[in-house]
């Protein structure tokens, strides 16, 4: 696309995107819900946004439909009161959702296998139903305005004329930096074009490319994206970032996930595990508390050399074993 | 046994049918032969609580005697008196061993060894079932059992009487003693070899002069048994045994013992019949881990170099003693065998057989070993990730398609930014891998359609084809295809006759050799 047709591109989804941000208020009462209270809290939607990127990862679902599902999560849970036992339902079923929309081609999961290996307790046409409302409610067709909307036009931007800078710039990585930053919820407040762009200017800081960086800014300009309000979310980004890149792993809870085995190897681990010897430990060289004292014979401070044993024996050993001495 | 007609034989020998139907009825044997030729009827003693103490002596040692006296049990109904005298005498000596005092004096020792031994030792008979299989088959039981128990036992409480001396015992007791007794492990009936587990045992305890040459011939037996005969029935308990001598080591572990780990029990896992003996041989490999960790290395460098290749039932016993050697395992050897055993360990995974694979998978159950890989997750993580990624495609069984996802989910968990980038790079890796397959495909494509297109070309261009093959002595056979000569003849239509063509395979298909 030429660099008119990309402005021009930007520009309308710019107008539209004010439709697709979630309720604020709604976000609001999310970050306000403490745990195992009666709503669902932010660590709860966090949680489950964990548990879609797991599954759609699995499944090799594209980043579209994972930003797309976290998208109409978003939306629904800032717009209606959802009862946290219902959130698991929620969630996937906005998956399935956005992989129906996003790749109808694609060889799709039904959503039974979903819900086996996602390990849910509700039936398939639980979930249809839920689509269903979802998408009746969130006036749902078939795609909507995201933050991976912007990057990928941002991204045909910043490579302009020279296509040859996609190995620098690469979108790969920019996509699963953007998964990282869903998967925190003050992400979901941020305008989709404010937060692509604060994504796309770390990652040009990043590689420290001075042309890239002009044309982010003409860009904001383009949109007329207050300063402010960029400065802000760069820095949350950044935050963000460094965390999801630190070395420093996060031990999994993995009670929480159901360990099936076959019957038979259910038996067999079953089986393993109780080995408890019976025969009473032997210590080695060690004076038999039982017997009496009879050192004469015995070895010097418990040393069991074969040649002890030869002591008087002789009819078993070679003779030179024997004189070896 | 009832003798067979002629016309049941074919050939003149029986039918294996015939042969197995009458051994199956009987399903004891006796390694115990009448010895004498007068039956000698036994006259009962008086009972020896029923003798003044200062006859007692006398009259055990006058019962110990007569219990040497052995009888066929083969045949259920001759001198039925006479076994059930001495079944009584055996009782109550077992009996008076275990509750008087005072009993065993110096004089009552070679009496006592030498009941014992007339009794019990004895060659065992060849195995009436050649293909014995331990699992489905009933085991040959000893006949005479209702005797030999009772010596079996006495023996025992001999043994643990308060007033053994094994100072005096030694000289009944001896080399020659025990190499009987280890023969005896060989018996197919179990009963037999649970008492002499515990006689062993016990006479290792308190024979401290004898433990080396013990050791030495279990030694000598393993060997045999895993590089000349693959049989000998008695490998569990001996272990077991060898389990409880183990963990009594003292530290630093002598080099002898070393050695017994690595050149016996390492190689004793790829015994044929592993399955009846694997859960000792298992304890006595981690008890010696316990007691020297520097042993760790060599231990699993061990077991993956006789890692098993065809049996999956020996698969999945190796993949629970790796398991159970990693939940005792230090950190820090940890580290030298990650990559090693996580290799094997990734290709258990996506192993077919379900069992071998749910086996591997359950790995990631386990609180330690998680913990373990989570230290090094930079190196476990792209040995595994292949693998599970591929299967979580492409495997048959839907359980383990579960499992991979919680396997997937737990590294995911671990470390989000190296997971990404292996998916990342894994992606690529299949992308490029299907572009060069397409571009095969169409090469392949496009020499077909020349071929089609050249077959009416075939007759004139025969002997440019002759001059094409002269000179394409260096290059692979394209031309061979159906007399297609080489791809440009056709385009060059006015091309001289003699023109060599050895400018055509330096054009051609490149990917195609």
């Not at chain 2, 045994?241 to 530290?251: D, Q, V």
Request: with cysteine.
């Amino acid at each position: 696309m030429d660099a008119f047709k990309l402005m021009k591109e930007l520009r309308a989804n710019y107008e539209q995107e004010g439709y697709y941000i979630p309720k604020e208020t709604g976000l609001n009462l999310i970050e306000s819900t403490e745990q195992n209270g009666a709503g669902i809290s932010a660590k709860c939607r966090d949680a489950q946004v964990e548990d879609l990127w797991g599954l759609s990862s699995f499944f090799g679902y594209s980043t579209q439909t994972f930003v797309l599902a976290v998208n109409l999560l978003d939306r629904f849970l800032a717009l209606m009161r959802v009862q946290p036992k219902h959130l698991s339902c929620v969630g996937l079923s906005c998956l399935h959702l956005a992989a129906q929309r996003s790749a109808p081609d694609a060889t799709l999961s039904s959503g039974h296998e979903l819900i086996r290996i996602g390990q849910r307790r509700f039936t398939a046409s639980d979930l249809s139903r839920m689509e269903k409302i979802v998408a009746e409610k969130l006036h749902f067709t078939s795609s909507a305005v995201t933050p991976l909307t912007f990057l990928h036009l941002y991204h045909q931007v910043a490579l302009g004329q020279s296509p040859s800078r996609k190995e620098v710039l690469s979108l790969e990585k920019l996509e699963a930096q953007l998964k990282a930053c869903l998967r925190c919820m003050s992400f979901s407040k941020a305008k989709p074009s404010v937060l692509a762009l604060a994504l796309l200017r770390h990652e040009i800081k990043a590689i420290q490319s001075e042309d890239m960086w002009e044309m982010t800014c003409h860009v904001q300009r383009h949109l007329k994206i207050a300063d402010a309000e960029l400065q802000c979310w760069a820095e949350r980004v950044a935050r963000c970032l460094s965390d999801y890149a630190s070395p420093r792993c996060s031990r999994p809870n993995h009670k929480k996930l159901l360990w099936v085995v076959s019957r038979r190897t259910a038996q067999n681990l079953q089986s393993s595990s109780c080995s408890v010897p019976d025969l009473p430990t032997i210590p080695e060289g060690g004076w038999d508390p039982s017997q009496s004292e009879d050192s004469s014979e015995d070895l010097s401070s418990g040393e069991e050399s074969l040649s002890s044993s030869l002591e008087g024996e002789g009819a078993y050993f070679p003779l030179h074993l024997r004189r070896r001495r | 046994m009832s003798a067979i007609s002629a016309s049941e034989k074919v050939d003149g020998f029986t039918r294996k049918s015939m042969r197995k139907a009458q051994k199956q009825r009987k399903s004891q044997g006796s390694s115990q032969f009448r010895t004498q030729s007068a039956l000698v009827e036994l006259s009962p003693l008086p009972q020896l609580k029923d003798v003044p103490s200062t006859e007692q002596q006398e009259l055990f040692t006058q019962k110990l005697q007569q219990c040497c006296m052995l009888f066929d049990f083969m045949d259920s109904v001759i001198d039925l008196k006479s076994k059930e005298i001495k079944r009584a005498t055996l009782n109550e000596l077992v009996e008076y061993v275990s509750t008087n005092r005072g009993v065993l004096v110096e004089t009552a020792y070679p009496e006592i060894t030498s009941m014992i031994c007339t009794n019990i030792f004895r060659t065992l008979p060849p195995s009436d079932n050649p293909d014995f299989d331990p699992e489905e088959d009933e085991p040959t039981l000893e006949a005479s059992w209702p005797h030999i128990q009772l010596v079996y036992e006495f023996l025992l409480r001999f043994l643990e009487n308060p007033d053994f001396q094994p100072s005096i015992a030694k000289r009944y007791i001896d080399q020659k003693f025990v190499l009987q007794l280890l023969e005896l492990f060989d018996s197919e009936d179990p009963r037999e070899r649970d008492f002499l587990k515990t006689i062993l045992h016990r006479i290792y305890g308190k024979f401290l002069g004898l433990r080396a040459f013990i050791r030495k011939q279990i030694n000598n037996i393993f060997l045999r048994f895993i590089y000349e005969t693959d049989h000998f029935n008695g490998v569990a308990e001996l272990l077991e045994i060898l389990g409880s001598i183990i963990n009594g080591f003292a530290l630093p572990l002598k080099a002898e013992h070393k050695q017994f780990l690595m050149k016996v029990l390492i190689p004793m896992h790829t015994a044929k019949g592993l399955a009846l003996f694997h859960a000792q041989l298992a304890y006595c490999v981690v008890q010696f881990l316990e007691k020297d960790p520097t042993l760790t290395e060599p231990v699993i460098r061990g077991l993956l170099k006789f890692w098993p290749k065809t049996c999956s039932q020996k698969e999945v016993m190796y993949l629970g003693e790796i398991e159970e050697i990693l939940d005792v395992i230090e950190p820090t050897q940890f580290k030298k065998i990650e990559e090693p055993l996580f290799k094997q360990i990734s290709r258990c995974v996506a192993n077919p057989h379900f069992q071998v694979a749910e086996r591997a998978l359950y790995f990631w159950n386990n609180e330690y070993i998680l913990s373990l890989i989570e230290e090094n997750i930079d190196q476990v993580l792209p040995i595994m990730f292949g693998s599970l990624y591929r299967i979580s495609k492409e495997h048959w069984n839907p359980t383990i398609i579960s499992l991979v996802y919680n396997v997937l989910k737990t590294l995911m968990e671990m470390n989000s930014t190296l997971f990404d980038e292996l998916t990342a790079s894994y992606k690529a890796d299949r992308q490029r891998e299907k572009k060069k397959e397409q571009e095969r495909e169409e090469l392949w494509e496009k020499l077909d359609q020349l071929q089609i297109s050249h077959s009416g070309l075939a007759h004139s261009n025969s002997h440019m084809l002759h001059n094409a093959n002269a000179n394409n002595n260096n290059v692979n056979n394209n031309n061979n295809r159906g007399g297609g000569g080489p791809p440009d003849a056709a385009q060059n239509e006015d091309m001289e006759v003699d023109a060599p063509a050895p400018a055509v395979p330096a054009e051609g298909p490149p990917g195609v050799y």
